[in-house]
């Protein structure tokens, strides 16, 4: 850690943005109009739990959910920061090792990304 305790710190970040996907998405199914609630709620309880953190960092949260229909698609995130306190996170869901995964009716993508005060 950083001599003043403020750098972006994944190890930390993925459990928060895995626990949120996980608690609002898996028993849900596509359903094109609640897509936009799901997202608020995705981007609002990971804003909440990076706050709980109480790091000096500025938080920027992106949510993108499509349906799992078997077309491809792709999502890309370009930081311009400080290597050293600064940081972003992609989480994508489902992931593999999850049982569910299969089943799973829509993909999430989360970015996280973190800024030093």
Not at 25 to 42: A, N, Y
Not at 74 to 89: A, F, M, P, W
Request: glycine share 6%; net charge negative.
């Amino acid at each position: 850690m950083d001599d003043d305790g403020a750098f972006f710190d994944r190890e930390v970040i993925a459990p928060i943005a895995e626990s949120v996907v996980n608690a609002v998405l898996l028993k849900e199914t596509f359903v094109e109009s609640r897509t936009q609630l799901l997202q608020d709620q995705i981007c609002s309880k990971t804003m909440s739990e990076l706050s709980q953190l109480a790091m000096p960092m500025k938080w920027v949260v992106s949510c993108v959910i499509v349906q799992n229909n078997g077309a491809g698609w792709s999502n890309e995130v370009i930081t311009y920061c400080d290597r050293k306190n600064d940081g972003h996170l992609i989480y994508s869901w489902p992931t593999k090792k999850m049982k569910e995964a299969s089943t799973c009716h829509m993909n999430c993508v989360l970015t996280v990304a973190g800024f030093g005060l």
